[in-house]
């Protein structure tokens, strides 16, 4: 089975500094997607990369998958209280109807 | 504006007493998943429903139970909770291929 791995596990930022969340997998990603998860809560969806090499940005956040398919990362900028939360890739379990198999998630806090 | 509906948030039984978790949607997405997230753990998938196919996890326990009585609608049903079912439990839908989205979740807690 596929496994997900994530890292860091936790990252403390100061307000308005860059950081990187990474994930890398057993296997060739098919299609890799980013939630994000607030304390007891929900999962949101940030964003879907299936193709090698893709970027995708969205306000302040960015996310690549990797050419060879086996790694992406999650770039934010000038981070923000608000980015506080926990990052979460996943990735299409096959035969699964397109459920999706996760990493144990990056938490991220924000101080000012 | 909720899409995906769970009630209730949060949810208190006792051991061994069975206990219903609801979910509904809004977005007529033909599957619906469960999953299970125990603290600082990733969601693991419990089992899913493409349209009115139920398909099971093999590593998920008999214990666990779901219907989904039409498409906008499912249940998860845990007969004899125990203290390890202590955990929040995510709803997802999704329209085959493509963005998935969750519900707020339940929190259940055994005592």
């Known amino acids: 089975s596929q496994e997900l791995e994530q890292s860091p596990q936790s990252l403390i930022v100061q307000e308005g500094k860059n950081l990187t969340i990474n994930c890398t997998s057993s296997?060739?990603?098919?299609?890799l997607y980013w939630y994000k998860q607030k304390y007891g809560e929900g999962l949101i969806f940030l964003m879907m990369?299936?193709?090698?090499?893709e970027e995708k940005s969205h306000e302040k956040i960015t996310a690549k998958l990797d050419e060879k398919k086996q790694q992406s990362s999650l770039h934010i900028t000038a981070s923000q209280p608000s980015h506080a939360g926990i990052y979460l890739c996943?990735?299409?379990?096959?035969?699964?109807?397109?459920?999706?198999?996760f990493g144990k998630g990056t938490s991220l806090l924000v101080t000012p | 504006d909720a899409m995906v509906i769970q009630n209730p948030r949060y949810q208190v039984t006792q051991f061994g007493k069975p206990v219903t978790l609801s979910c509904s949607q809004t977005?007529?997405?033909?599957?619906m998943y469960w999953y299970q997230q125990k603290s600082s753990q990733a969601p693991k998938l419990l089992f899913h429903?493409?349209?009115?196919?139920?398909?099971n996890e093999a590593d998920t326990p008999d214990n666990f139970q779901s219907r989904r009585p039409n498409t906008s609608f499912c249940f998860l049903d845990i007969r004899s909770p125990g203290l390890g079912d202590a955990a929040m439990y995510l709803c997802?839908?999704?329209?085959?291929?493509?963005?998935?989205?969750f519900g707020a979740g339940t929190r259940l807690s055994v005592l």
């Open positions: 997802a839908t999704s329209r085959d291929i493509g963005q998935t989205f």
């Open positions: 977005l007529n997405h033909n599957v």
């Open positions: 429903y493409y349209d009115k196919d139920f398909n």
């Open positions: 996943g990735a299409d379990i096959p035969h699964s109807g397109y459920a999706l198999n």
């Open positions: 296997k060739t990603l098919y299609g």
């Open positions: 990369l299936q193709k090698g090499g």
